[in-house]
């Protein structure tokens, strides 16, 4: 819940930053000025007043109101998504992965049969093996030197 909540509020501040942006950019360009002056040409004023509502108050008042919806949204699909997974890891047991930082000179002479992925560069060796796991494998593998 705690980096979900974290997460939403990051991007709920890249929202309305990214509001502020595009809206400046926008202006710079003088898009709302061209807008306007073709309302203005074609006889179109009743659509003057949409153009009120493209102030930069109105446009972060709405960026805002977004962002907060957002981090109201996403912490709760976070904590549900969280909750829906760990129901689910515990039913079908899910998978143990265990990062070892492995030296040559300590490395075992014969490798757990359920270690996978090393690294030469790094050393790094990525060990799994399931959760319901058959007790004389993890017993065998015990005795030949390697380790779980």
């Known amino acids: 819940m705690k980096l979900s909540f974290l997460l939403s509020v990051a991007l709920g501040i890249m929202i309305v930053v990214a509001a502020a942006l595009v ?43 977004v962002g907060v919806v957002d981090i109201l949204l996403l912490t709760a699909l976070g904590t549900i998504g969280a909750f829906l997974y760990n129901i689910v890891a515990a039913l079908v047991g899910g998978l143990h992965m265990t990062l070892t930082d492995v030296t040559r000179s300590r ?16 050393g790094i060796v990525l060990l799994a093996r399931t959760a319901h796991a058959p007790p004389e494998e993890i017993l065998r593998s015990r005795r030949v030197g390697g380790g779980l």
């Open 107 to 122: 490395e075992p002479r014969h490798p757990a049969p359920y270690r996978f992925g090393t690294s030469a560069a790094s």
């Open 23 to 65: 809206w400046f950019v926008l202006d710079s360009m003088q898009v709302f000025a061209d807008i306007e002056d073709l309302l203005v040409s074609i006889g179109s004023e009743s659509f003057l007043q949409l153009m009120d509502y493209l102030a930069f108050d109105r446009v972060m008042s709405f960026a805002t109101i």
